[in-house]
């Protein structure tokens, strides 16, 4: 029958999660407030399993701290055709909208998250109830010292193109028992419905925000060093934004799809004495590699920091 899944915080994270999750729902079990104006083209949906399907929500909210958020939201969400009742927002109201919930997604900034879930009646609003939390640097242990013993806490990173369906989310390794295993399978349907899912050991949390949580914003400084590239050598910004953003998903497609290592891509393009070796060697004359690899390091230890009182 579905579940309430409140996002606790619902900024650009909680819209691009809401958003890439409403998408995956198949239509026609849902109920009528939240059915979209138009429908889906078929087959872009990913049915969610049958009515009695107990892994998929069926009730959406969202806490925002300002009114001026949540007319901010009301606007994002019904540009993507969900009805304005489908997700019901609450401002300032957090203790409430968790009271009717049965998954809370903590989406919040990562120095809020203590005051929040110190607000009178939190603790008891979330006993027994799983909160998954997508902060950076802030560790389970650190949560699980700010709500009750009951509540069960497990840690996400997604990125935004979760929006779009495209996702990458880590997620906590769940400790193995009977009671966890709803709880696995709640987690894998909200990120698997919305990208790539998959369950890492909490110590390698920094190493992933840095490098999937944060890499969208580092591949598009690649993204648009290769347009910039093509523009400067006469080709139309527009056109040179498509040619590179199509390279670089159908070269990622070519590892994540049919298997290729990178270097075996490489190799198969770098023809002798041709172009390609000529612009590798001024990559690597920039020390593109080490740069790269460095800038993970660096955004992995700040990562570290972001949970910690003294170096927010
Ligand atoms: N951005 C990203 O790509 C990623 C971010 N993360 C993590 O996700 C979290 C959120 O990031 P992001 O979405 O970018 O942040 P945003 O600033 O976009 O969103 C934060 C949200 O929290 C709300 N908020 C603030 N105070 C309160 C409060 N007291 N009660 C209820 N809601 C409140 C804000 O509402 P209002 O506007 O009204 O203040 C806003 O909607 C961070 O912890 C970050 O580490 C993880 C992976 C990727
Ligand atoms: O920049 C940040 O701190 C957050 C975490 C990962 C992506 N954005």
Known sequence: MGYTLCVLGCGNMGISIFSGVID????????????????????????????????????????VRREVSAGKLKGVFASMGVL????????????????????????????????????????????????ISILAGVTISQISGW???????????????????????????????????????????????????RFLDEKHFDACTALSGSGPAFACIFLEAMADGGVMMGLPRAEALELASQTLQGTARMVLQAGQHPAQIRDAVTTPGGCTIAGLLALEDGKVRSTIARCIQIATERASELGQPTKQ
């Open 147 to 197: 709500v009750l013993p009951s509540t069960k806490v497990i840690r996400a990173m997604p990125n935004t193109p979760c929006k779009i369906r495209e996702g990458m989310t880590v997620v906590s390794t769940i400790p193995s028992s009977s009671s966890e295993e709803l709880d696995g399978a709640i987690i894998l349907k909200i990120f698997s419905s919305i990208g790539r899912c």
């Open 84 to 131: 304005a009742q489908s997700i019901e927002i609450f401002v300032s109201q957090n203790v409430q909208a968790v009271q009717q919930s049965d998954v809370v997604l903590l989406c919040c900034k990562p120095q809020l998250a203590h005051s929040i879930l110190s607000e009178s009646g939190m603790k008891e609003a979330l006993d027994g109830k799983l909160l």
């Open 24 to 63: 995956s729902l198949d239509v026609s079990r849902l109920p009528n407030n939240l059915k979209k104006w138009e429908s889906h083209t078929p087959g872009t949906m990913t049915p969610t399993g049958s009515p009695s399907d107990n892994t998929a929500p069926s009730r959406f909210l969202a806490c």
